[in-house]
C-alpha cells in the first residue's frame, strides 16, 4: 500500500513526465530541424521517426501549439522536479539557487534570444508560456506541501523548524492549531 507521501511523489513524477513526453513528442511531430530529431532517430530509427512525424503532420495546429505550448512543457517538467527533489527541506541557499535554476535557464533562453545572445527566435509568447509554468509548477508543489502538512499537524508531526517562513502567512489557522490543547480532537480521524 502507497502512503499519502509515497502517492504525492507518484503524482507529481507522473506529471512531470507526462509534460516531458509530451514536449518530446510535440517537438518531434510539429516541429522540423533540431538537434532532438538526430537523437531521436539514430535511438529509433528512421521508420519510428517517420510514424511520428506523418502523425504531427496530419493535422493543422494552431502557432502556438507548435512552438510554445513545448516550451512551457518542458519547463513546467523541469520545474517539477527540482522542487519535488527539494520538497520538505529548509529553504537554504542552496534550495533556492536549485529550484531558481530551471527559472533562470528558461527565462533566460528567451530573454537571450530577444538581445541575440542565445541562437533562436524570441517570442513573446514562449515567454508567457514558461512564466505560466512556472507559476503552474510553484502552484502545485505548494497546493502538495499545504495539505500534506496539514495531516502532518493532525498527526502531531509537525515541526515548525521545517516550515518556510510565508507558509505560516499563507496559513494563518496553522498558529491557532499549533497551540491547541492536547486534550482537543483531532484534526482527521
Same mark, same amino acid.
Given at each position: 500500500?502507497?502512503?499519502?507521501?509515497?502517492?504525492?511523489?507518484?503524482?507529481?513524477?507522473?506529471?512531470?513526465?507526462?509534460?516531458?513526453?509530451?514536449?518530446?513528442?510535440?517537438?518531434?511531430?510539429?516541429?522540423?530541424?533540431?538537434?532532438?530529431?538526430?537523437?531521436?532517430?539514430?535511438?529509433?530509427?528512421?521508420?519510428?521517426?517517420?510514424?511520428?512525424?506523418?502523425?504531427?503532420?496530419?493535422?493543422?495546429?494552431?502557432?502556438?501549439?507548435?512552438?510554445?505550448?513545448?516550451?512551457?512543457?518542458?519547463?513546467?517538467?523541469?520545474?517539477?522536479?527540482?522542487?519535488?527533489?527539494?520538497?520538505?527541506?529548509?529553504?537554504?541557499?542552496?534550495?533556492?539557487?536549485?529550484?531558481?535554476?530551471?527559472?533562470?535557464?528558461?527565462?533566460?533562453?528567451?530573454?537571450?534570444?530577444?538581445?541575440?545572445?542565445?541562437?533562436?527566435?524570441?517570442?513573446?509568447?514562449? +515567454?508567457?508560456?514558461?512564466?505560466?509554468?512556472?507559476?503552474?509548477?510553484?502552484?502545485?508543489?505548494?497546493?502538495?506541501?499545504?495539505?500534506?502538512?496539514?495531516?502532518?499537524?493532525?498527526?502531531?508531526?509537525?515541526?515548525?523548524?521545517?516550515?518556510?517562513?510565508?507558509?505560516?502567512?499563507?496559513?494563518?489557522?496553522?498558529?491557532? +492549531?499549533?497551540?491547541?490543547?492536547?486534550?482537543?480532537?483531532?484534526?482527521?480521524?
Amino acid at each position: 500500500m502507497i502512503g499519502t507521501h509515497d502517492s504525492r511523489r507518484v503524482v507529481t513524477d507522473a506529471m512531470a513526465g507526462c509534460a516531458l513526453g509530451l514536449a518530446v513528442l510535440a517537438y518531434l511531430a510539429l516541429r522540423d530541424g533540431l538537434v532532438l530529431h538526430l537523437w531521436l532517430r539514430d535511438l529509433v530509427g528512421d521508420h519510428a521517426m517517420g510514424t511520428i512525424r506523418s502523425a504531427g503532420g496530419a493535422r493543422a495546429f494552431p502557432p502556438w501549439v507548435k512552438f510554445s505550448a513545448p516550451d512551457g512543457l518542458w519547463q513546467f517538467a523541469f520545474c517539477l522536479v527540482m522542487l519535488r527533489i527539494w520538497r520538505g527541506a529548509a529553504w537554504t541557499s542552496a534550495k533556492v539557487a536549485w529550484c531558481a535554476l530551471p527559472v533562470v535557464i528558461g527565462l533566460g533562453v528567451e530573454i537571450g534570444q530577444a538581445f541575440h545572445w542565445v541562437a533562436g527566435t524570441f517570442d513573446p509568447i514562449d +515567454l508567457l508560456a514558461s512564466v505560466v509554468a512556472i507559476g503552474a509548477a510553484f502552484g502545485f508543489n505548494a497546493s502538495i506541501g499545504t495539505s500534506r502538512s496539514r495531516e502532518a499537524l493532525a498527526r502531531g508531526s509537525w515541526k515548525r523548524s521545517t516550515w518556510p517562513w510565508w507558509r505560516d502567512r499563507r496559513l494563518p489557522f496553522l498558529k491557532r +492549531l499549533d497551540n491547541r490543547r492536547s486534550d482537543s480532537k483531532p484534526l482527521v480521524s
